[in-house]
């Protein structure tokens, strides 16, 4: 059905389709899918990123929480930067750079040593 749904970031109303009897949970969540604000952007731009955190994290769910924790607090400006050191021995680095670019790296350290 077509029907007019508000944006939950910048509360502007739009157009939508949405399937019929759909909740107004349902339609505002389609409005603001469809919204080109910068909050509904930013959103979706984060919504895409746990998506890769998750991936990230697939072997350790418990992990992959806390840093979707921390990316909502380097999202609100409360870190910049964390570090995370699985018993797994790898190490997770979450952070943001100055044009709000989240970027999270996890690594493992391979060191080959041999003595006589
Ligand atoms: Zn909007």
């Given at each position: 059905m077509d029907t007019t749904g508000t944006c939950k970031y910048c509360g502007q109303t739009r157009a939508v389709r949405v399937?019929?009897?759909?909740p107004e949970e349902v339609i505002d969540e389609t409005a603001t899918a469809e919204c080109n604000c910068p909050g509904a952007k930013t959103a979706r731009k984060v919504e895409n990123f746990m998506d890769k955190v998750v991936e990230i994290f697939e072997d350790i769910p418990e992990v992959s929480k806390l840093a979707q924790e921390a990316i909502g607090l380097i999202n609100n400006n409360k870190i910049q930067k964390i570090t995370i050191m699985p018993i797994d021995g790898t190490k997770v680095t979450i952070s943001s750079n100055l044009k709000g670019q989240l970027k999270i790296t996890r690594e493992r350290k391979i060191k080959k040593e041999v003595t006589e």
């Open positions: 399937p019929k009897d759909s």
